[in-house]
């Protein structure tokens, strides 16, 4: 039986090998990549297939300095969805999730990187999820906690909206540093949880409704194709056409 960490592995390298059979990753294409511990084995198996030489010219949009970081290993061109080269739009983007519900909607955020996520994933034409099947749930909301990523002079008053929309709310506290967690973006995050399932794109929309938030960790809005790999190595593959 595989480990967490192999189907991690496991489920990055599928995605990226048969995303590229099937034509949508390709050469000359704008890519957006995504942050995490299932993130970063794409981009190795991505940076493998450009050093080989299956790919060229792929010019990519990063989520975090942690991606920045590894495309830098790699020799992968990094831009911003401002440059003239990828002009506000990505031909797909591929991140891991913190749980994936039957409809594929998705949690992410457990990096604190999900504004810069959603905002390239949601510029991108298709947008790829992968997985390890422990992140397969019924329900969103109840178990892995939904991160909100607020402006620090807003703390209280988000809490309390928070709070009416049926969450309780915590800051997130750093991990070997003292005080709270601060984002690529320099703000907060607060982690939200709910006694039961909530409906997620509504949810989705009325978060960010609420002044003094940046962006939420739910995913409804736009569809992926998901790659989730199973203890038994074999991956599941939902929507892909």
């Known amino acids: 039986m595989m480990n967490q960490s192999e189907q991690k592995k496991l489920a990055a390298e599928t995605a990226v090998d048969t995303l590229i059979e099937k034509g949508l990753i390709f050469s000359g294409m704008k890519i957006g990549l995504g942050t995490g511990s299932t993130a970063m084995p794409a981009v190795d198996r991505l940076g493998w297939h450009i050093k080989e030489g299956h790919l060229k010219d792929v010019k ?7 991606t920045q970081n590894r495309c830098q ?12 080269a990828i002009d506000g739009e990505l031909d797909l983007a591929i991140d891991g999730a913190d749980e994936i519900d039957p409809d594929c ?8 990187a999900h504004v810069r996520e959603k905002i390239v994933e949601y510029s991108a034409k298709t947008f790829v999820v992968i997985a390890d099947q422990s992140k397969i749930v019924n329900d969103i909301g109840t178990k892995f906690l939904v991160p909100v990523e607020i402006i620090e002079g807003a703390r209280v008053p ?5 709070a009416k929309l049926g969450a309780t709310c915590v800051l997130r506290e750093g991990v070997r540093k003292a005080g709270p967690v601060i984002t690529d973006n320099g703000n907060q995050i607060l982690d939200c949880h709910w006694e039961k399932p909530i409906n997620v794109a509504e949810m989705e929309d009325k978060i960010n409704q609420i002044t003094g938030v940046l962006e939420n960790g739910l995913f409804s809005k736009k569809t992926p194709v998901c790659f989730i790999a199973k203890e ?10």
């Not at 020799?75 to 440059?83: E, H």
């Not at 909607?105 to 604190?112: Q, R, S, Y």
């Not at 038994?232 to 056409?241: F, H």
């Open 158 to 162: 988000v809490m309390k909206a928070m």
């Open 105 to 112: 909607n998705c949690i992410k955020g457990g990096g604190a």
């Open 232 to 241: 038994d190595g074999t991956v599941e593959i939902r929507n892909l056409k």
């Open 60 to 66: 990519a949009v990063v989520t975090s300095f942690q």
């Open 73 to 84: 290993d790699w020799d992968i061109p990094v831009y911003t969805l401002n440059d003239r």
